[in-house]
């Protein structure tokens, strides 16, 4: 099985820790390509970043059209993703969404853990947006942060570690979200030190998207090409098909 | 004040439409200017569409920077609603959003009428986004509908009559939302045939529009210029301003 | 156009201060009459004085009847609103209805500030009656108050200030809501200090009743007669109509 | 213990079935007083009726003062019921709220059946204001009615019996509420005919009542004498107390 | 009146201390059995204990049966309680719901107090189940607590006199449910110190079981025999009935 | 990987069915063990039913603990499934929880397909207990059937087929999910007739469970020994672990 991890920022640093998170829980048959957004923003973070980054991940997923059994959007949030599962014939998940629905499968209550308080606003409402907020046991975030995004997981990793603690014993929560595209692949290094399963969102679609494959009707859905003006022509191709 | 009126799809003879209801309820010292979207799709019928449609509306919105006090997005679904309200300094509204709080107002259960259920989904989740589900009394749609969008109004105004009065009658409505880019318009039409107030949302978000640009700050929120690659020059200036 | 505006407590002051806010956003061609209620209590504060400031309320609104285009109950729970609403054959609006949906305009998410926690009950219960408890970032209040309510607003600016940036910071809030009937009208004060739109209800009520006035049908509803007893003349008036 | 049951409109004759229906289910012990509000209106139907009948339900409640244990406020939709718990140091219950509460407590879902779908829209209002809205099943009224009142529960009885087995075995309803006042006292003729559990409003609020009388705490609430003018004196003396 | 009250758990002592509660605010008439659970566990803290308590509840109301007017469940989170609903033919209720319906009535919020945070996630699952979430002003919770449960009331009275007056003057709590077993009798205690009314779920239990015992048809409803296997003979009767 | 599919009733015919339904969809190194519950009911239809089929899917779990990687419990309403979480350090699914997160994977809004609308109300409870009812478009249900459950697939072919019709064409559903045990299987039979993707609640859940053992921390919890009494000698090993 092939799986296309589509890094919605034009960072390629990014895409490179995503891939690497991704083939760490990836099944034996499974190949694993990450790939950056082909244009857009390096950093996506307000609601209007939000939608061009759309594009950007639709044009991802066109170029490369045939070549994958599923889709994996990397970016929290989820651009473009509801516009992908109507336009590609394979599974395609966000890592929230993933997050949210995994963790939700490993107990009543989860929490959601993060560096920076900044962040909470888009994780609530893409909670929302998931219609999962009823199931969140709270949100337990760090200060404002104003360093190198790329270090503050190892340089907040105590602050993680008692936010995670605060979030399973006085939230209550079953299961912990790391959320936010820096702490990618800290899992490893905090669970030890959490009493409760930690998910990175990431790895959770990839696992999902694997079981979403089977389960998935083979037979594309028809659709009558229209025309599309103003975009890329990957793009523009998604709504061409015969 | 000067108003700018966006249909975000590419379909002229819609924009007139949309332009006419707007004219007729504006205030006097108002003047309205309505465009089409400069690229993107003929008609918005899919979350994909809509997604497409938010970057062609932005175009709109930044090819015209500083000529307008106030925009209204007159597309069923508010395409591009969030990102312009963050991206553009004068207020932004769409006409769904601008229906469902003028019903509010008018009172406490409003109604949403049209002439196809195949709207109602996209609806319901355009409300739901709003946060007001709990307002709506209920949604009274006709049968599938596979003939001229430009001519349903008038082909199914008897029906819609019936529809309004179901709506009114049984599920308690005091407003009701004639909803549906066909239905533009022809409100006054029906209007003495319903027993409660009936809101065309263009005409909403035009008066609520002006509204607004009078409780809004008038000095420009400071913004970080940011490089957006891959989109047409005038969504790229949004990002731009020093 | 003319706006009645009608304080729904006995208190001369504070219909004064709240005047003088209306006016200050009132368009061109719109006057303002502000009024204090013919009886009732000098201050509403609880849910009982909340139930007899509505016929209070109601014969304000009935002793000038056919004098105005629009009318705005200036009391933050919006006594007799729903009332109003059926028994006058004009936009009738509140100014924590006013509130709300003026903030959704702005941005996702408001927040509400007000200098003491005591009205916070109040306010969560006047926000869940209008259906928008989804769209509130969070509430942000001062401690317990006992002293002048007429001097609170400048007493507590900075704190106020405090607030806000904690609600626009912390909470996520893209417009803030100053409510409570003390605050009326130093919106303007603090704008300065507050990197988001602020908002004074009364002054949203004036210029979305602008913007209803011209959205609702002209002709009177029909109703029939009914005989109410017990009420002071103007209220039994509202009911008597032929 | 003694227990005032008021109607809250001014119609001695439904006033007299209340009563009736009270003690046919009040404890050996208990004295039941049932009167009519002393102004008012003949029947309640709007929400501005339910407004003017607030303080008619106060006048009753304070005229009385110092005879009974706990009261009841016999009308769907409870008419001054939140006044009357902040201003009334026994138990005040209403009947609406009564049969939610009581429903609650024999079944998980709970149906409401009623003769004419106008009365809808304010139960779900009614019901949606005690927080119950997602134990109820459902609603399944009759068509629409414009006979006597006094007489439409023998009328439609086949029809109600209809309704309430619609509602048990369609929707799963585990108890049902036989709602309005033209119903009250009906339950017993219903009950042989459906299989679950039938209730009526003022039966469900007098055992209840007596209920609540036992777990409040006898000593009175200290409270602030306050002024209030231009309402019957009996109201105001609520107000007056030391 | 005979009102059976199950500890679901099977500590004696803790039973002991639920029955003078219970008698306490019982009617004159009324006869208190409080029994332990036959078997089990010593304590139920989680949702499996909850689980395992369920069949040991049922095990206790079907010893007795035929003895019993009405039954309570006195152990918060109401271990079996919809089966009993269902499967027994008087009135059921469980301690928790008792509380919840209760506090309702005597106030429009209800806050809940307990001595340590870590009973906050069972009882807001509980409070979710019954589906009065929002009737709830806040919960306000003690620190963690290694001690003797049987003497943490006394232990931590001041701590709870401080989280009452929170509840009511922070969060604007109208009534306070003390939630926990080890707190159940201590309301008379506190109740001089806290300025609103206090609520005993077992003492509410037993008020609203006696109410309807009055409330729900006599008449058993038929049910079909069917061979449960695996469970005591008492549980197993609860389904072998004729 | 081995996953223990259990059949919460004691009918072997129907595990030998969701067996074959598992074994369809398991990944080519995943085995698939169907077993019944080892005492019980033969089949699972009220509340009561429910609570006495947790322990009995309890004694299955640990009776083949150590043996399985994952575990699913395989009838709709998840009896047990609470507490398996707790008690199981594999991850253990249950049909209902998996068809619902798999749905919302596949699309914004998921309907819900079964043959006879007796069973409705227990689908709407299992729903809103894991938090999805916003995210589903409506049930579609047959008229009660008195045959066979066995036969009931084929029999009700063509009405299922028009069911999901009307669940995608009017609800605006983008998946549906079978539900019921006696629809086990059939998805393939009515996948070629409907236009959006069929679920098996047993499939899913077999698929999530393979990605959810993947993501699940191997190190088992600490837990402290209890001692539970009155059950299976199996139930009671799972409290009494070191």
Same mark, same amino acid.
């Given at each position: 099985m092939r799986i296309l991890v589509i890094n919605?920022? $034009? $960072?390629d640093s990014v895409t490179d820790r995503i891939g690497a998170a991704a083939r760490a829980v990836a099944s034996p048959g499974t190949e694993i390509e990450a790939v950056s957004a082909p244009f857009g923003l390096p950093l996506i973070v307000t609601r209007a970043d939000w939608l061009v980054a759309g594009p950007a991940t639709l044009a991802a997923l066109a170029a490369r059209r045939g070549t994958y059994d599923a889709a994996v959007i990397a970016c929290f949030g989820d651009p473009g993703l509801d516009a992908a599962k109507e336009l590609v014939d394979v599974p395609v998940l966000g890592i929230s969404e993933a997050a949210f629905h995994a963790a939700c499968m490993l107990g009543r209550r989860f929490g959601v853990v993060s560096f920076t308080a900044a962040l909470r606003p888009m994780f609530e409402e893409c909670l929302a947006h998931h219609g999962l907020t009823a199931r969140c046991a709270g949100f337990r975030m760090g200060p404002p942060f104003a360093g190198d995004p790329g270090r503050v997981a190892e340089e907040r990793l105590d602050l993680l570690a008692a936010l995670c603690a605060e979030s399973a014993e006085q939230d209550g929560a079953e299961a912990i979200i790391l959320a936010g595209g820096p702490l990618a692949g800290i899992a490893p290094l905090l669970q030890p030190r959490v009493a409760v399963p930690l998910l990175d969102g990431t790895q959770a679609a990839v696992r999902l998207a694997e079981a979403m494959a089977g389960l998935m009707p083979r037979s594309p859905r028809p659709r009558r090409a229209r025309a599309l003006t103003g975009f890329a022509e990957d793009v523009a191709s998604l709504y061409g098909r015969a």
């Open positions: 919605s920022n $034009t $960072t």
